[in-house]
């Protein structure tokens, strides 16, 4: 079993920038990692996605805005965000996937960091 730690979130004017970091408890040097969030009465959606390959993928609405980055010597992936948006306001999930090119099939989440973009 993994377990995933969030952190780096927080309040944030609009155009800020913010990183957030997921350490896990073992070594995700074969795993796909990704980032999602979730709004107040909204669904789950992802946000980024990284392969053991280091290939990655994001959402329309953060492309050239965000970056996830991993470094799998400390069991971490980082999401960088530029730019933001009261609407990137949400809590926001690390995931795992033993599939490293099959970031879609998530074997776990972590509780999450709340982001809040407001002036």
């Known amino acids: 079993q993994v377990q995933l730690v969030e952190s780096g979130g927080g309040l944030v004017q609009p155009g800020g920038s913010l990183r957030l970091s997921c350490v896990a408890s073992r070594s995700i040097f074969t795993n796909a990692m990704g980032w999602y969030r979730q709004a107040p009465g909204k669904q789950r959606e992802l946000v980024a996605t990284?392969?053991?390959?280091?290939?990655?993928n994001y959402a329309d609405s953060v492309k050239g805005r965000f970056m996830i980055s991993r470094d799998n010597a400390k069991d971490t992936v980082y999401l960088q965000m530029n730019s933001l948006k009261p609407e990137d306001t949400a809590m926001y999930f690390c995931?795992?996937?033993?599939?490293?090119?099959?970031?879609?099939?998530?074997?776990?989440w972590g509780e999450g960091t709340q982001v809040t973009v407001s002036s």
């Open positions: 995931s795992s996937s033993i599939y490293g090119s099959r970031p879609d099939l998530i074997d776990y």
């Open positions: 990284i392969t053991s390959a280091f290939n990655t």
